[in-house]
């Protein structure tokens, strides 16, 4: 669609229906009927009069028949027709599986992971998925954090390696258009997600300018260089404030230093948890210094639907940052070519492109060069029907 075109769509909206395209939802919450279960709703607090149909993404939907039909009442139920958009927890294979992240990173073969992406980004476009949430690009050197085995570890350059080669497979060589058979990136968590102190997953994050921009922040920096077209924020707090409201971190940072042009997208209701951070104390005030953070989507609450539209009416927060998040979502659907065909993978005839020959070949291949091989030292194994060796934790009875 041309920009002009897509300007209008932007300009017809009304202030609810542009706040409804920043929200992102569970597919599950969508019913063959079109009617949203009432428990769901009143727990995520959306307003009783709220329309699901024109929210703008939903997530972890994987069944391509379902997906059909949540885009088909989308587009006749809603407004102005506008397309969802389909995004998927998808980290090292959809149909073929990949060996983790964390080893793949380790067969130091970045042609061959840019390969095994290009694999998953191809069975994804065929079931109908529009954006994965990978790579995780979290460099991580405390083995006690519970995430490792998602990144590409503790080096650097390899993790700079690796982002670059998933995100060039995922995506191809974006340039109007991500092409078919590909998908967009997310990458995530930004930033530091991977540096809790003591391996405590959300933990504070306390570290130096030094080591942040030296350590932390090239990974994500290659991606975005390769073009990936979405960030996720991250949960943690990174010297005292949110990640997700975080200004400094999000706008200077991300998008003028490292010029990302792309969407930001909450983690799964981070904004709603800078009030558990004590950063905030209510939804107003958590709509307030997401969108002011650049914070496009709102991944799974009600703090942009509830706290947006009295903050804009009055006058608190400029009408200017939703539409700005807005049309970063209406540019990435139409790079995506949903406005020409909504249903996106889902029309084309699947002939056999799952788990093929070639595909479970790579995935072998990724696999051997991803193997770590210890040595036998001193002849040590197979133990002998004399010795004993003593298996101690809560799996030792298993």
């Known amino acids: 669609m041309e920009k002009n075109k897509l300007k209008e769509i932007l300009n017809t909206l009304s202030l609810k229906e542009k706040i409804a395209q920043t929200v992102q939802l569970n597919g599950d919450l969508f019913t063959d009927s079109g009617v949203m ?22 997530y972890n939907v994987n069944d391509p028949e379902k997906l059909r039909m949540i885009q088909e009442q989308a587009i006749n139920k809603s407004s102005h027709g506008i397309p969802l958009l389909f995004m998927s927890d998808i980290i090292y294979g959809f149909r073929t599986i990949f060996p983790l ?11 061959l992971i840019q390969k095994a992406a290009e694999i998953t980004a191809k069975e994804s476009y065929l079931s ?28 650097v350059y390899t993790g700079k390696e690796f982002a ?19 998908v967009a990136a997310c990458i995530k968590h930004f930033a530091a997600y991977g540096a809790p102190e003591a391996g405590r997953e959300y933990s504070t994050v306390d570290m130096s300018n030094q080591r942040l921009f030296n350590e932390y922040l090239p990974t994500y920096q290659a991606a975005i260089e390769a073009h990936a077209l979405l960030v996720m924020t991250a949960f943690n707090v990174l010297n005292g404030i949110p990640s997700t409201g975080n200004k400094w971190l999000n ?7 490292f010029n990302l042009s792309g969407l930001l997208v909450s983690d799964h209701s981070a904004t709603e948890e800078l009030q558990a951070h004590g950063f905030t104390a209510n939804q107003e005030e958590s709509a307030k210094a997401s ?13 942009y639907v509830n706290g947006l539209e009295p903050l804009i009416l009055s006058g608190k927060v400029d009408e200017a940052l939703l539409d700005e998040a807005v049309w970063r979502i209406l540019k990435l659907k139409n790079k995506l070519g949903l406005f020409e065909n909504p249903f996106r993978g889902l029309d084309q005839e699947n002939t056999g492109e799952f788990l093929t020959a070639e595909a479970k070949e790579t995935a072998v291949e990724l696999v051997e060069k991803s193997c770590v091989l210890l040595k036998n030292k001193e002849n040590a194994l197979p133990l002998s029907a004399q010795q004993k060796i003593a298996v101690i934790g809560p799996y030792g009875k298993s």
């Open 37 to 58: 279960p009432t428990g769901p709703l009143k727990d995520l607090g959306l307003p009783d009069n709220f329309d699901i149909h024109q929210v703008g993404s939903i």
């Open 251 to 257: 706008r200077d940072i991300l998008r003028e230093k």
């Open 101 to 111: 992240p964390l080893a793949q990173a380790g067969s130091y073969d970045f042609d």
């Open 291 to 303: 969108i002011e953070a650049g914070v496009d989507f709102d991944m799974m609450t009600s703090v």
């Open 164 to 182: 670059k080669s998933v995100v060039t497979g995922y995506q191809g060589q974006v340039k109007d258009y991500v092409s078919e058979n590909h």
């Open 128 to 155: 109908g998925i529009h954006c994965v949430f990978s790579p995780m690009l979290d460099v991580v050197r405390d083995p006690r954090w519970g995430r490792v085995m998602e990144s590409p570890g503790e080096d």
